[in-house]
């Protein structure tokens, strides 16, 4: 069933129809997630709530260092979610549930089939491109990342479907997920603060044209563009172009790291709090276990390596390599490191 609603109103609602002694659900980690599950508890009463699982291997919260505070660090977060370990997928399906119906009629809406199988797209990932996934998961050109992250963000599909398939780099790549996952959990206020709080001393730039032209992908840097252009119709970005369109906003257009990531989680279909804040921190500088400040990607270099051939930006913005440049990412890198060397003095 599928009704749309106030969770507070609706959830308490249906529970009485069909006489519920208990509401399960997934429990949701992220800040607004935590606070909406709190609110539907107290409406619910005498109706216990209960949190079931969680949509990752590991709950947020319970892989910790030995002297029991969270990891800051992603390696060593790792190696012990590694050690941790997680159960097996669940046997059940559709066919082994007791359904249940509401006392009365009530307006259903109609839902449209618009993924295709999220189980055949993955086995069809590991059966075909896994094996070369460490050596073409940069390549924005190609066909070569599993494009899971929707089926993951939605609950389509559970990380340890994944995993019971999967060793090495993309097994890692999961566990970057369930690292951010852990470190909004502990600390909610990195959805909208930095995490590293030098950076709130860092000098900003407010140019509304410039990031009116990154979001619509007319930059002249035509990798960003293409990116930005995908965003746009798809609702998806390759990963390696969301790190170099990020590195542009922050580093070259000087603008605050969290106006991309509003961007982001506005038009992302996989967008995720936790992965999404954080990634954008990973490359502000800003984060836990961030890439150097002084790491600023050039967007030139980065499209000759990971899209030699030119056929992303003819895919996506095949008119970018005609525009002028906004920007001299020369000039503007050097203006972000001595931005940076202020705060560190």
């Known amino acids: 069933m599928v009704v749309h609603g106030d969770p507070v109103k609706t959830v308490p609602r249906i529970a009485m129809e069909i006489g519920a002694e208990s509401v399960h659900i997934s429990a949701d980690y992220a800040p607004y997630g935590r606070r909406r599950d709190e609110a539907v508890e107290e409406a619910l ?15 947020p919260g319970r892989v910790r260092k030995q002297d029991g ?3 800051k660090v992603f390696t060593p977060f790792r190696n012990a979610w590694l050690e941790h370990g997680w159960r097996k997928p669940a046997d059940t399906d559709a066919s082994t549930l007791d359904w249940i119906r509401p006392a009365h009629g009530m307006k259903i809406p ?23 996934y460490d050596r073409t998961r940069d390549r924005p050109d190609l066909d070569a990342t599993s ?23 993309f097994r890692s790549e999961l566990a970057w997920r369930e690292f951010y996952a852990d470190v909004l959990w502990h600390k909610p206020e990195t959805a909208r603060e930095n995490y590293d709080r030098k950076f709130d001393r860092m000098e900003l730039d407010d140019d509304k044209e410039l990031f009116e032209a990154w979001c619509e992908g007319r930059t002249g840097f035509p990798i960003v563009d293409a990116g930005m252009r995908q965003l746009l119709q798809e609702g998806f970005m390759h990963n390696r172009v969301r790190m170099i369109v990020a590195s542009f906003l922050v580093k070259d257009l000087h603008l605050p790291w969290w106006w991309g990531a509003r961007h982001f989680m506005k038009h992302l279909i996989d967008g995720d709090i936790a992965s999404n804040q954080h990634n954008w921190q990973w490359v502000a500088g800003s984060g ?6 002084f790491r600023v990607f050039n967007p030139m270099t980065q499209a000759k390596k990971f899209d030699p051939d030119g056929a992303y930006v003819r895919k996506y913005a095949p008119d970018s390599p005609r ?8 000039v503007e890198r050097q203006v972000a490191l001595d931005r940076y060397q202020a705060i560190k003095a």
């Open 288 to 293: 836990t276990d961030a890439s150097p400040f």
């Open 110 to 132: 109609a839902v449209e089939e618009k993924l295709p199988d999220a189980l055949e797209l993955w086995e069809r990932f590991r059966d075909e491109r896994l094996e070369d």
């Open 69 to 71: 505070t969270p990891f």
């Open 147 to 169: 494009r899971m992250s929707a089926f993951l963000r939605w609950g389509v599909l559970h990380p340890r479907t994944l995993l019971q398939d999967c060793a090495g780099t």
């Open 45 to 59: 009463g005498d109706i216990e709530l209960v949190r079931s699982g969680s949509p990752y291997a590991v709950a």
């Open 323 to 330: 525009l002028t440049p906004i920007v001299d990412h020369a």
